[in-house]
């Protein structure tokens, strides 16, 4: 299944945290419709992913403990940078593919317009994000717009979600020179797994079939993973 994501040029978020900002806890987002009321949150995890700086124009956040990274302690309590990890800065390959490593935990590489982690290719996307996580050899929860979401996998696989939003200018002003924008679509990519968000039409599409969100019960997003799920 393939996901979309939309530009984020309009999106405010939060991260929160229990112990600093490496601990393991909660990861909420929002998007704000500029031209009315807040949407509900965007993602909600289980696992802190923790920000680690803009690249090509994308946010990149990363799975991180304390003791993944205790040399970079002292930077990241420096002054307001408590929420973020150290800049990376990339291996140049031949043939101009930039890697980008976080230690041995997480790598990111970037070539022909295309941010690849964990066997799986997302394109660059103004103001997108990719999260990067762990190797587990289990299903992958996490939560989008408040519904659930299972990633089922019986081999072991490193997590990545990836996500950006398109809005669009209104006819009405905001004030001289600026133009009310509203959110007309999000893209979220689980591996090969998409859901696209229609705001307008109250509808998702998954793998570009409709689905109508259900708090209730959990979304399997099957075949996300380069395997066949044991059942």
């Given at each position: 299944?393939?996901?979309?994501?939309?530009?984020?040029?309009?999106?405010?978020?939060?991260?929160c945290f229990a112990i600093l900002v490496l601990s393991p806890s909660c990861v909420t987002e929002t998007v704000e419709d500029r031209?009315?009321?807040?949407?509900?949150?965007?993602?909600?995890?289980?696992?802190?992913?923790?920000?680690?700086?803009?690249?090509?124009?994308?946010?990149?956040?990363?799975?991180?403990?304390?003791?993944?990274?205790?040399d970079a302690m002292a930077w990241m309590l420096e002054g307001t940078r408590t929420r973020q990890l150290p800049p990376i800065f990339?291996?140049?390959?031949?043939?101009?593919?930039?890697?980008?490593?976080?230690?041995?935990?997480?790598?990111?590489?970037?070539?022909?317009?295309?941010?690849?982690?964990?066997?799986?290719?997302?394109?660059?996307?103004?103001?997108?994000?990719?999260?990067?996580?762990?190797?587990?050899?289990?299903?992958?929860?996490?939560?989008?717009?408040?519904?659930?979401?299972?990633?089922?996998?019986?081999?072991?696989?490193?997590?990545?979600?990836?996500?950006?939003?398109?809005?669009?200018?209104?006819?009405?002003?905001?004030?001289?020179?600026?133009?009310?924008?509203?959110?007309?679509?999000?893209?979220?990519?689980?591996?090969?797994?998409?859901?696209?968000?229609?705001?307008?039409?109250?509808?998702?599409?998954?793998?570009?079939?409709?689905?109508?969100?259900?708090?209730?019960?959990?979304?399997?997003?099957?075949?996300?993973?380069?395997?066949?799920?044991?059942?």
């Amino acid at each position: 299944m393939k996901s979309k994501i939309l530009p984020m040029r309009s999106c405010r978020h939060t991260l929160c945290f229990a112990i600093l900002v490496l601990s393991p806890s909660c990861v909420t987002e929002t998007v704000e419709d500029r031209l009315s009321r807040p949407l509900p949150k965007i993602l909600e995890l289980t696992t802190g992913a923790i920000p680690a700086g803009f690249y090509h124009g994308v946010q990149f956040f990363f799975e991180v403990e304390p003791g993944d990274v205790p040399d970079a302690m002292a930077w990241m309590l420096e002054g307001t940078r408590t929420r973020q990890l150290p800049p990376i800065f990339p291996e140049i390959e031949p043939g101009g593919a930039e890697v980008y490593r976080l230690r041995d935990l997480h790598e990111v590489t970037f070539r022909h317009n295309m941010f690849e982690t964990g066997g799986y290719r997302y394109p660059r996307m103004p103001g997108a994000r990719l999260y990067v996580f762990k190797k587990r050899p289990e299903n992958f929860s996490f939560s989008f717009r408040g519904q659930g979401i299972v990633v089922p996998s019986d081999v072991r696989w490193a997590p990545s979600i990836y996500y950006y939003a398109e809005e669009q200018a209104l006819d009405e002003k905001k004030g001289p020179g600026k133009s009310l924008v509203t959110l007309t679509r999000e893209v979220l990519q689980v591996g090969l797994a998409t859901i696209e968000t229609l705001p307008r039409e109250g509808v998702w599409l998954v793998n570009g079939r409709k689905y109508l969100p259900d708090t209730t019960r959990p979304l399997e997003l099957d075949g996300a993973v380069h395997a066949k799920v044991a059942r």
